[in-house]
């Protein structure tokens, strides 16, 4: 088990340099959900596609350039979001992703310069191979379960803490937690801020660890939401960063899809499952909202025939 540290706010200022430096703030599209109006906060517009891009620049650049090669494991998003900041940084890294990753996050990730291993069944046999990777003297980058990659995902909180006045409810896809942490860190600063995190409802490890009072194990079912789905790392410390948040609702794969549809239809925005789970709680009725409420769409990379099947549906 790795002994990680909780980010601090030394952390959250140096990530908020780093993601600044590189990155233009992300729009806010408004929309009109079950008769209310909510914002769309567009993680679609990052290069990467993803708001993984944050993290990843935000602990690369705690790294010398030239230095150790870094190594990640990752369901697309942040293995895209390591190899961009690689890229850009002037490093080596190695990206590990299970053998049935989506298409088209392999198919991204094979446009960099970096070294893609397929690896295991899912993303914990991906996640495992990585650590052991790191071993061999490389830099491990967790996607959720680091201290710079979380203060780097507080990032997207930030920019929209700046953007609007509160009070706010937020709502945050939630996988190994990281983002939703970084959102939670944010937050100390801002009562008028409520979080409402949102899971699929066939992977929840991070509500069962906060429910639990500690790391769980828990069983993964499929989901088209793949950048949610998994286990986290033996000892994580986003369960215990999330713990005070005001609540990690699920959804099903129906309402997932649903979600998809309508912000394509409606919207017009191209959204992965792992980034529509926000605005399917919002449809579901499982958001109870104060203020303003700002939707973390947080990610566009889905593979073509998924998204043509379920907009045929």
Same mark, same amino acid.
């Given at each position: 088990m790795?002994?990680?540290r909780?980010?601090?706010?030394?952390d959250?200022?140096?990530a908020?340099?780093a993601v600044?430096?590189?990155?233009?703030?992300?729009?806010?599209?408004?929309?009109?959900?079950?008769?209310?109006?909510?914002?769309?906060?567009l993680?679609?517009?990052?290069?990467?596609?993803s708001?993984?891009v944050?993290?990843?620049?935000?602990?690369?650049?705690m790294?010398?350039a030239?230095s150790?090669?870094?190594?990640?494991?990752s369901?697309?998003?942040h293995?895209?979001?390591?190899?961009?900041?690689?890229t850009?940084?002037?490093?080596a890294?190695?990206?590990?992703?299970?053998?049935?990753?989506?298409?088209a996050?392999?198919?991204?990730?094979?446009?960099?310069?970096?070294?893609?291993?397929?690896?295991?069944?899912d993303y914990?046999?991906a996640e495992?191979?990585?650590?052991?990777?790191?071993?061999q003297?490389?830099?491990?980058v967790?996607?959720?379960?680091d201290?710079?990659?979380?203060?780097?995902?507080?990032?997207l909180a930030?920019?929209?803490?700046a953007?609007?006045?509160g009070?706010?409810?937020?709502?945050?896809?939630v996988?190994?937690?990281?983002?939703?942490a970084?959102t939670?860190l944010?937050a100390?600063? *801002?009562?008028?801020?409520?979080?409402? =995190? #949102?899971?699929?409802?066939a +992977?929840? /490890? @991070?509500?069962? &660890?906060?429910?639990?009072?500690?790391?769980?194990?828990?069983?993964?079912?499929?989901t088209?939401?793949?950048?949610?789905?998994g286990?986290?790392e033996?000892?994580?410390?986003?369960?215990e960063?999330?713990?005070?948040?005001?609540?990690?609702v699920?959804?099903?794969?129906?309402q997932?899809e649903?979600a998809? *549809?309508?912000?394509?239809?409606?919207? =017009? #925005?191209?959204?992965e499952? +792992?980034? /529509? @789970?926000?605005v &399917?709680a919002?449809?579901?009725?499982?958001?109870?909202?104060?203020g303003?409420?700002v939707?973390?769409?947080?990610?566009r990379?889905?593979?073509?025939?998924?998204?043509v099947?379920?907009?045929?549906?």
């Amino acid at each position: 088990m790795r002994s990680v540290r909780r980010p601090t706010t030394t952390d959250l200022e140096r990530a908020a340099e780093a993601v600044s430096a590189h990155l233009r703030p992300t729009p806010l599209l408004p929309v009109n959900i079950a008769g209310d109006e909510v914002l769309l906060k567009l993680e679609t517009f990052q290069p990467t596609g993803s708001f993984k891009v944050r993290g990843a620049l935000a602990a690369l650049s705690m790294q010398a350039a030239g230095s150790a090669r870094v190594v990640a494991a990752s369901a697309g998003n942040h293995g895209l979001g390591v190899a961009y900041a690689a890229t850009a940084l002037g490093m080596a890294a190695t990206v590990v992703v299970s053998n049935n990753a989506s298409p088209a996050k392999v198919e991204a990730l094979r446009r960099f310069g970096v070294e893609l291993v397929q690896h295991g069944a899912d993303y914990d046999a991906a996640e495992a191979h990585a650590l052991t990777l790191a071993e061999q003297g490389a830099v491990f980058v967790s996607g959720y379960n680091d201290p710079h990659v979380i203060a780097g995902q507080a990032t997207l909180a930030a920019e929209v803490g700046a953007a609007i006045d509160g009070p706010l409810t937020l709502v945050v896809p939630v996988g190994g937690g990281g983002l939703l942490a970084g959102t939670a860190l944010w937050a100390k600063r *801002r009562p008028d801020v409520r979080i409402v =995190g #949102v899971e699929a409802a066939a +992977s929840r /490890a @991070v509500s069962s &660890a906060v429910a639990a009072g500690h790391w769980v194990e828990v069983s993964v079912g499929e989901t088209l939401a793949d950048g949610l789905a998994g286990n986290m790392e033996a000892g994580c410390i986003t369960p215990e960063l999330v713990r005070d948040v005001d609540r990690i609702v699920a959804v099903t794969e129906p309402q997932i899809e649903e979600a998809i *549809r309508f912000l394509a239809t409606t919207a =017009g #925005v191209v959204v992965e499952a +792992s980034g /529509a @789970v926000g605005v &399917a709680a919002l449809m579901a009725g499982k958001v109870d909202s104060v203020g303003r409420t700002v939707v973390f769409i947080t990610g566009r990379n889905i593979a073509r025939p998924v998204l043509v099947r379920i907009l045929a549906d």
